[in-house]
Structure formats: structure tokens, C-alpha cells
Nanobody, 126 residues
Framework: QVQLVENGGASVQAGGSLRLSCVASGNTASLRCMAWFRQAPGKEREEVAIIYTRNGVTYYADSLKDRFIISRDNAKDTVYLQMSSLKSGDGAIYYC???????????????????WGQGTQVTVST
């Protein structure tokens, strides 16, 4: 079992930057990937980015890859999401997710990862 706790959500002005963090605990050695998703009010949850914990390979939602960066610190069992040039449409609850199964990680956009955090709120004002 893996527990995930997100931090860093805040209210920011459009154009600003924010860094979210996700700390994993429990059986973290088994993890193969950690990812970020987001869900805005009235919208479906959507993928943001994923990082493979062992080799650092990353993938992004096409619409976000120019502004968001996912990174990891394995020594701290922590994954980060650096967000820049924030827009009002980026406002959402951001969730961290993780999984130990390579096929689930490969299909991460389906959001079937097994462990999820409670989410952290990001509000972008104009």
C-alpha cells in the first residue's frame, strides 16, 4: 500500500507560477510511476503528466507540456509539478497518483492508477 499527500495548492494570479509536491509513503520501493491529474468543477478528471520513478522518463498532456514540468526526488519519495504561465483554465483540484504495475503506468491517461492522494486546490485569478 502507498499513501500520497499533495501540497502546494494556492490561489495565484494568471501568469504566475506554482509548484505542487506529492509525498509518497508506505511501500514506495515498488512504485514504477507517479502522475498528476486535475479536475475542474463540472469537468472530468484529466491527465497532466507522469514520471517513471526508476528512469525519470516523463510524458505530458499535449496542451500542458510547454508550461508544466514534472520531476522527482527519489530520496524524498516526492514528485513535483512545476506550473508556469498559469491560466484561468488551470484552476482545478490537482491529484497525485501512483502505481507499481508497468501496464497501468503505460496506460496512465486512463487514470487507473491504484493509489491516489486527496488533492490540492489550485485557483487562478485574472
Amino acid at each position: 500500500q502507498v499513501q500520497l499527500v499533495e501540497n502546494g495548492g494556492a490561489s495565484v494570479q494568471a501568469g504566475g507560477s506554482l509548484r505542487l509536491s506529492c509525498v509518497a509513503s508506505g511501500n514506495t520501493a515498488s512504485l514504477r510511476c507517479m502522475a498528476w491529474f486535475r479536475q475542474a468543477p463540472g469537468k472530468e478528471r484529466e491527465e497532466v503528466a507522469i514520471i517513471y520513478t526508476r528512469n525519470g522518463v516523463t510524458y505530458y498532456a499535449d496542451s500542458l507540456k510547454d508550461r508544466f514540468i514534472i520531476s522527482r526526488d527519489n530520496a524524498k519519495d516526492t514528485v513535483y509539478l512545476q506550473m508556469s504561465s498559469l491560466k484561468s483554465g488551470d484552476g482545478a483540484i490537482y491529484y497525485c497518483a501512483a502505481d507499481a504495475r508497468p501496464p497501468i503506468c503505460a496506460d496512465w491517461r486512463s487514470a487507473r492508477l491504484g493509489s491516489w492522494g486527496q488533492g490540492t486546490q489550485v485557483t487562478v485569478s485574472t
